[in-house]
């Protein structure tokens, strides 16, 4: 069986768009061989609505799995590998 991937927490929260876009973007693209292998999972954590939309929109057409989940106070946004 496969070992879990590393988790890579990035928090944004305090930040708006377009920084976050390009934060996860960014993060994205330098990590593009650990997310594609399944050895990385990306965890964006945001308080600002607009960056969900727009982070998993521009991810998720790269073609990797994009989650949003609402916690109490931001959104937490996972990155998987591509399926």
Known sequence: ???APVCKEIDLR???CPSTLL???R???TN???LRAG???LVILTDNRN???HISESISAMGYR???LKEQEYYRITIDRIF
């Open 14 to 16: 305090g930040q708006i």
């Open 27 to 29: 993060e994205t693209n």
């Open 66 to 68: 994009v989650e949003v």
């Open 1 to 3: 069986m496969p070992d």
């Open 39 to 41: 050895e990385l999972r």
């Open 32 to 34: 593009k061989t650990e």
């Open 23 to 25: 934060t996860a973007l």
């Open 51 to 53: 960056s969900t939309t």
